[in-house]
């Protein structure tokens, strides 16, 4: 087992809810991995320290690296790669390390992080459906769409990139060849348009169909440096369905894995010498029991309305906006409701769950002046029972947002493809 790699600090009272580590980040996985490439950053953005423990990272190290192939399994817990993982779990105690999400445990969040380099202090996405000053709207940032319209922002002219506060870390660099597979019902839409400086995802149908174009990308002669970028989203959906316990989840995870090193097997071995693999998650997930089941009633909405100017959400965290004077009264009121199920975080801590300067206005403006934090195995529902198939039972049975340890610790796997497959 190797959950117990990284020391998490419980929240005070709390024994199942836990800061965020800001040492061993995701955020630093892509400054490190951009290191193979010459680039330089302060030690304290990079995990050069922890990596270079690794003889996978030596024997990166040994090579000139070309390739870097970025992969995000979307949902892959540290808890979840220990229990179901076989071919990548091997390959862990020389290769890879725990690391921590970022807060909110949220997919739009934690990619922004993944994919800036940046903790969301700095890249303005701190959640995913939260306020934006600039249209004075909460809006989903995972498809830009705000509560009550159903297309997405960009569509109709809105220029999001100015919603972001830093750069795409290979934006303006001619020397690195930049590419993205992705799920092809989500490419370049949505959150793609804040992460990146213009479209450059390409689609793909299937788990098979996504590495045989990695392996064809990675073989297409370049002069420039590559760097490919996959993005995996079926643990997550899985896993909201059938929990963090079920068959389903592990066959998955080995069906990953196994198309994935055959097409690695596959790949021209000059190449695979010369090709970097980083393998990630974004977050884990927490399964939601019935009795800790919180429903805010229809009715209890109507009194919450004479508080609130509007309300957001990144899972199991509720970000509320309180009306002027209001913001007591509103942290007290779901501090009521919700009782030892969770606990309410306001601006004057922010910065313990997202680092320093973060109780600034900008981010209070977009996050909201009091968060609700559920704790394990919570959920709370809005007007309905949260029971979305009682017949079948095909809903929502696990998510995230939150700080349990399932939610926070993630895997961090770096090769070079010889080294992976050997």
């Known amino acids: 087992m190797v ?16 800061y965020p580590d800001f040492e061993h980040n995701i955020s630093q996985i ?3 991995a951009l290191t193979l490439f010459g680039k330089k950053y302060p030690k304290n953005k990079v995990l050069l320290d922890s990596l270079s423990k690794k003889s996978g990272w030596q024997k990166i190290k040994e090579s ?3 390739n870097i192939v970025f992969i995000v399994l979307d949902s892959l817990g540290l808890k979840q790669f220990n229990e179901y993982s076989k071919l990548l779990k091997a390959k862990f105690e020389t290769n890879g390390f725990a690391l921590s999400s970022v807060f909110p445990t949220i997919t739009s969040t934690c990619i922004a992080s993944l994919r800036f380099g940046e903790m969301p ?5 701190v959640g995913q459906k939260i306020n934006f000053t600039e249209i004075d709207n909460v809006v989903d940032t995972l498809t830009l769409r705000t509560k009550k319209s159903h297309f997405d922002l960009t569509s109709v002219g809105v220029n999001v990139k100015n919603w972001v506060w830093c750069d795409f870390p290979m934006a303006n660099d001619v020397t690195i060849s930049y590419t993205s597979l992705i799920e092809s019902h989500i490419a370049n839409s949505g959150l793609s348009h804040l992460v990146y400086k213009k479209p450059c995802s390409i689609g793909y149908a299937s788990h098979i169909d996504s590495f045989a174009a990695a392996k064809r990308i990675l073989e297409t002669p370049t002069s420039a440096r590559r760097f490919l970028d996959i993005y995996v989203g079926s643990i997550d959906s899985v896993t909201h369905r059938y929990t963090t316990k079920s068959q389903v989840l592990k066959d998955e995870i080995e069906n990953i894995e196994v198309l994935l090193f055959k097409m690695l097997k596959r790949l021209d071995p000059k190449i695979a010498k010369q090709t970097a693999v980083i393998i990630t998650a974004d977050h884990g997930q927490e399964n939601l029991t019935q009795e800790k089941t919180i429903t805010v009633t229809r009715e209890e909405e109507e009194e919450l309305a004479s508080l609130l100017k509007s309300r957001g959400r990144s899972g199991r965290v509720i970000h509320l906006y309180s009306k002027e004077s209001k913001h007591e009264e509103v942290a007290d009121w779901f501090a009521n409701k919700i009782g030892d199920k969770g606990l309410i975080i306001t601006p004057k801590e922010y910065h313990k769950f997202m680092g320093k300067g973060a ?5 209070i403006e977009r996050l909201g002046d009091v968060q609700v934090v559920l704790g394990k195995n919570a959920s709370i529902y809005f007007g309905h029972s949260g029971n979305y198939d009682p017949i ?16 926070l610790l993630v895997p961090l796997i770096v090769a070079r493809v010889d080294d992976l497959i050997g």
């Open 121 to 125: 202090k700095v890249h303005g996405i």
């Open 359 to 363: 109780n600034n206005q900008k981010i």
């Open 64 to 66: 000139e690296i070309t």
């Open 3 to 18: 959950s117990d790699f990284l020391k998490l600090t419980p929240l005070p009272g709390r024994t199942d809810l836990f």
């Open 30 to 32: 892509l400054p490190s």
């Open 392 to 407: 079948y039972n095909l809903g929502l049975n696990a998510t995230h947002g939150s700080l349990s340890k399932d939610e």
